[in-house]
Nanobody, 126 residues
Framework: QVQLVESGGGSVQAGGSLRLSCAAS????????MGWFRQGPGKEREGVAA???????SYADSVKGRFTISKDNAKNSLYLQMNSLKPEDTAMYYC????????????????????WGQGTQVTVSS
C-alpha cells in the first residue's frame, strides 16, 4: 500500500509561482511511476506531469515550459514547480502513483492510477 500526502498549494496572482510537494510512504518509492493530475470545478481530472522510475518526464501541452516535475528518491518525495501561473491553472492538484505507467505520449489515464493523495488546492487570480 502506498500513502501520498501533498502540500504546498495556495493562492497566488497570475504570473506567480508555487511549488507542490508529495511525500510517499509504504512502498519501494524508486520503482513507482508518479505524477500530478488536476481537477477544476466542473471539469474532469486531467494529467499535468509525470515522471518515470528512471527520471524521464512528460507534460501536458498546457503546462509545458511553465511546470517542472522532479523527485528526490532519498526523501521519497515528488515535486511540481509551477511558474508563470495562469487563472486557468486553478484546480485541486493530486499526487498520483502506480506500479505501472498511467500515461502514454500526451494521453493520460487517471482510472489506471492505483494511489492518490488527498489533493491540494491551487488558486490563481487575475
Amino acid at each position: 500500500q502506498v500513502q501520498l500526502v501533498e502540500s504546498g498549494g495556495g493562492s497566488v496572482q497570475a504570473g506567480g509561482s508555487l511549488r507542490l510537494s508529495c511525500a510517499a510512504s509504504g512502498y519501494t518509492y524508486n520503482s513507482l511511476f508518479m505524477g500530478w493530475f488536476r481537477q477544476g470545478p466542473g471539469k474532469e481530472r486531467e494529467g499535468v506531469a509525470a515522471i518515470d522510475s528512471d527520471g524521464s518526464t512528460s507534460y501536458a501541452d498546457s503546462v509545458k515550459g511553465r511546470f517542472t516535475i522532479s523527485k528526490d528518491n532519498a526523501k521519497n518525495s515528488l515535486y511540481l514547480q509551477m511558474n508563470s501561473l495562469k487563472p486557468e491553472d486553478t484546480a485541486m492538484y493530486y499526487c498520483a502513483a502506480d506500479h505501472y505507467r498511467f500515461w502514454f505520449g500526451n494521453s493520460w489515464y487517471p482510472r489506471s492510477v492505483g494511489y492518490w493523495g488527498q489533493g491540494t488546492q491551487v488558486t490563481v487570480s487575475s
